[in-house]
């Protein structure tokens, strides 16, 4: 075998890290980047991702700790309390520290506060691990908030200045039009617009994770401004952005870089998940590629909605322990695959 189960944990945890700190760079975390980011970063998606995989990165984690002390309010808490809704239930538990953090920072004050009380705590263990996979020993002193929450760490240092993010790019257009615009689905709406020539409703809503009826209202709605323009065929009506009404803003290079990160983000929290199991690395090869056909069944569907097809192979057709260096191969070609989507 060309890469041990140890080997290949490896390689994804760096891969996973590299996108995190690529994308919050992009939108003003202080840190480090091999490549520049070059699509539109869904802050909550990133945010939830980040909560399971950035322990093993302890200053990735507080780096982002820091950024949201400052940009906290830009944030829909409540599309973040949505999705969080299907992420791994030690990440939701750290949103509640991240949220009661916030309560006491953010203008939006009363719905961290409100999100951090509908975050069910976790049993009490290390929020961190070391490179080795172990968890990183018990601080003498630990944060108070992130302790009730069931994470032992040291105590949060208050920063004077927290980073804002860039005025300009691809990466921050979310940002940049929740900032212009208020917090709103509206926002997310735009860019899907700016990404596609004309969209359905009801595919704009599996996109969005929202009610078929309220995307399109809210179509509906935005057609009347006139910035967005309907074509109705065969009793369908699809929405398109008005040619060169919006083009500066959304689409600089003919169209918006939008990748829907909420479910390829999900699908990768549940990929770290299945890999990281302590137990996982002593099994044999035929039990890990037994485990690792359940893991790719599981997360394909999301791939799929992320609009990456099918690239994880059915096990079906590689029997015993042939599907280990399969879902080896695939897994590695996802995530370097990332960066151009």
Known sequence: MSISSSEFYNIVLDRLLGLLWRQWSAIGVSG??????????????????????ARHDPRLYDEVLGWLGGNGDILNVQRLQNIAKRSDPRAQAALGAVAEMLSGRSSSALKWK??????????ATPLFYMADGRSM???????EIFHRHGFLRPRILKRRHTPAFPKEGAATLLLRL?????VSVRCEVLCLLGAHDEIHPALAAQLLGLAPRSVQNLLAEMARSGVVQVRTSARK????????????????DGRTPWVNSVPLF??????????????RPDLEPLLLASQWRRLAAEIR????????????????????AEYYEVFIEDTIRILDGIPQQ
């Open 301 to 320: 569907p999301l791939l799929g909605d992320a609009g990456l097809g099918q690239p994880l192979r059915d096990g079906a057709g590689y029997p015993g």
């Open 32 to 53: 480090y980047s091999d490549a520049a980011e070059t699509t539109v970063v869904d802050p909550e998606a990133l945010l939830l991702l980040t909560l399971t995989v």
């Open 266 to 279: 999900q699908a990768l929290e549940r990929l770290w998940s299945g890999l990281s199991d302590p137990r």
């Open 237 to 252: 009506k699809s929405y398109a952005l008005v040619s060169g009404s919006l083009d500066d803003l959304l689409r600089p």
């Open 137 to 143: 020993p018990t601080p003498d002193e630990c944060d």
């Open 114 to 123: 409100t999100l951090s009380a509908t975050c069910v705590p976790a049993e």
């Open 178 to 182: 929740r900032a212009l615009l208020g």
